[in-house]
């Protein structure tokens, strides 16, 4: 998606003075209200926030309706152009580029899915496509066939795919000949072009932040929250765009398909790996074992990992023992106490038997116990 050229601008409203103001009053007067205008019957005050919020509107629309009406163009003519196949012609037909507008020619072809590299523009991360996240196109491909083209053109004695890649990783699974529409796409088109087969499988939120931190990394943008300003994002949620990016894959592939992630899982994990690290890893792992055979929520796996930090078992430290001996080395008194249990342990050697008798006899009458009571 190409930037946008406006953010989100909060309108200020500055004092100003009465025109009519002699000098002797200090009183200032706000902006004039456009919804107290419109009461009294006077024209909307236009302000410069509403001007670039209103252009903003405006290209972001333009682009949406020169996209669609490319897709609808294309359905269309993917149709002719299997008939024309049929027929024994030469398919190929014209499609207008929504950003370039210039008009390209295209043929549609099958081809070796192993000739095709996926755009860097392509947001969709290609390692989480596989049998599980793939599940719901997957079987009618292996059935059936592809039966809606992607868009590729030819690059290097290759082809660079621009929009159709969970289709192309289902026709590798599948062992079939990939359906595209070839054509010499300029590479102002190729971003707007890929955007295109979100609209049917939304890339996730992990997806676009790792897009978003390579625009910053590419210096599109200069950092995350002059990206926001642009985006017309909130701050909050460029937090959370953040926290997603330095997610650690491990935690995106637990799930079904990363389009299940909601916004909150990168900061919600992050969280977990500071009270336990070593624990929620070993939890995650756990999940990934059984990723095949059970489709887990994104509450469910919150829930998992929060549950490996309040289960955790506190290995006890022992404390180091204390030792006293005689002036002569001949007596040695040992005093331990462990950590977790809060034990007190006595060693005596070198004391006759008399000796440690009185000892036992005063401990009894410190402590005021008898023998029998209490727990072994």
């Not at 932040?209 to 642009?230: D, H, P, S, V």
């Not at 017309?232 to 491990?250: K, M, N, T, V």
């Amino acid at each position: 998606m190409s930037k946008n050229k406006y953010g989100d601008i909060d309108e200020l409203l500055t004092p100003v003075k009465d025109s009519g103001d002699t000098g002797q009053s200090s009183t200032r007067k706000r902006r004039p209200s456009p919804a107290l205008g419109a009461i009294h019957g006077n024209r909307a005050v236009t302000t410069v926030t509403d001007t670039l919020k209103a252009e903003k509107q405006a290209i972001q629309l333009e682009l949406e309706t020169t996209r669609n009406k490319f897709e609808k163009e294309k359905a269309e003519l993917v149709e002719k152009l299997d008939i024309a196949k049929s027929e024994g012609e030469r398919a190929a037909v014209n499609l207008e580029m929504p950003v370039s507008k210039k008009t390209i020619t295209f043929k549609l072809e099958r081809i070796d899915p192993s000739l095709i590299d996926v755009s860097p523009e392509n947001e969709r991360i290609q390692g989480f496509l596989d049998e599980v996240s793939l599940h719901d196109i997957l079987s009618s491909i292996t059935i059936h066939g592809q039966q809606k083209p992607g868009t590729v053109r030819p690059k290097n004695g290759r082809y660079e795919l621009i929009e159709g890649s969970r289709r192309l990783a289902a026709v590798k699974l599948a062992g079939h000949q990939y359906l595209a529409l070839v054509g010499e796409v300029p590479d102002e088109d190729i971003r707007e072009l890929s955007v295109i087969e979100n609209k049917h499988k939304d890339v996730s939120y992990y997806e676009k932040a790792k897009a978003y931190e390579r625009q910053i990394a590419n210096g599109e943008f200069k950092n995350w929250t002059l990206l926001g300003q642009e985006m017309g994002i909130s701050s909050s949620h460029i937090s959370r765009y953040r926290a997603c990016a330095e997610l650690d894959e491990l935690f995106v592939k637990i799930l079904t398909s990363p389009s299940d992630m909601p916004l909150i899982y990168g900061e919600n994990i992050a969280q977990f790996l500071k009270k336990d690290k070593e624990s929620v890893y070993k939890k995650a792992r756990e999940l990934i074992a059984e990723r095949s055979q059970k489709k887990f929520s994104a509450d469910q796996i919150l829930k998992a990992l929060k549950s490996a930090i309040a289960t955790k078992v506190v290995k006890p430290k022992a404390k180091k023992p204390i030792v006293y001996s005689s002036k002569d080395g001949n007596v040695i008194l040992k005093h331990s106490i462990t950590r977790a249990e809060g034990n007190t342990k006595f060693e005596i050697s070198g004391v006759s038997d008399e000796t440690l008798e009185k000892i036992r006899g005063y401990l009894i009458q410190v402590l005021n116990v008898q023998e029998g009571e209490g727990k072994p």
